[in-house]
């Protein structure tokens, strides 16, 4: 079975730039959720996908963050205009039905802003 | 609000010896909760998850954890140490009862010397 794929895996950008990641889970998994994770601390929840409708973005910065998941299958995160405290691990995960159980992490990537 | 809080930044073992990283966490249901391992420059992968079954958990690589509700703690052990172990870990538990996001403790990172 193939895993989460998740490109590109470095990317570099200046402040105020705008940038977009991009998430593949694993075929027929249904949610889909994207964590953020700063250097030193475990991952954030950013948002959650059910097919292509949204759980939860409680805890996304929606005035520079967005996300979408058209079709119910790949997602790309967006930020626009970046900051600096945004360099940041991105990690996109998959599960199968809704639950904690069956996740499964990609590789992540790994934004850094200057 | 769910919360895990994992004692300790840096554990260092030889190799050989006991292996004890410690979470505790706060919930106000019965939590669902994970063991995750980091290695450098990759997603999260499961350990073991606590899902209100057997309290012992055992899970990859000689890993496993105990559910002790009176001390709300669910800490990670393995009997014996090996240089491949080292990496970050992260204790986690659902956001909710429905088994929905993770919320991760900070992480612990596990060095292995000779």
């Known amino acids: 079975e193939a895993g989460v794929a998740q490109s590109p895996r470095y990317k570099i950008i200046e402040k105020r730039q705008s940038v977009a990641f991009w998430c593949n889970p694993i075929?027929?998994?249904?949610?889909l959720y994207w964590y953020q994770q700063i250097l030193g601390q475990g991952p954030k929840l950013l948002i959650q996908f059910q097919n292509n409708g949204v759980v939860d973005d409680s805890q996304l910065p929606k005035d520079r963050f967005s996300a979408e998941r058209l079709k119910g299958v790949d997602s790309t995160l967006k930020i626009q205009p970046a900051k600096l405290e945004d360099s940041a691990v991105y990690l996109c995960a998959s599960s199968l039905t809704q639950g904690a159980h069956g996740y499964t992490f990609g590789s992540g990537t790994r934004l850094t802003v200057v | 609000a769910q919360s895990v809080t994992q004692l300790g930044s840096h554990v260092s073992v030889s190799e050989g010896a006991l292996v004890l990283l410690r979470c505790n966490y706060s919930s106000s249901v019965p939590p669902y909760l994970f063991w995750y391992v980091q290695y450098p420059n990759q997603g999260l992968q499961l350990l073991l998850k606590y899902t209100s079954a057997a309290t012992l958990v055992k899970g990859i690589n000689g890993f496993e954890a105990e559910f002790k509700k009176s001390e709300t703690s669910f800490h990670l052990t393995k009997p014996s140490a090996h240089m491949s172990d080292a990496a970050e870990y992260f204790c986690?538990?659902?956001?909710?009862?429905?088994?929905?996001?993770?919320?991760f403790g900070k992480g612990t990172t596990l060095s292995v010397s000779s």
């Open positions: 075929s027929g998994h249904a949610t």
């Open positions: 986690a538990v659902d956001k909710d009862q429905a088994g929905t996001a993770l919320i």
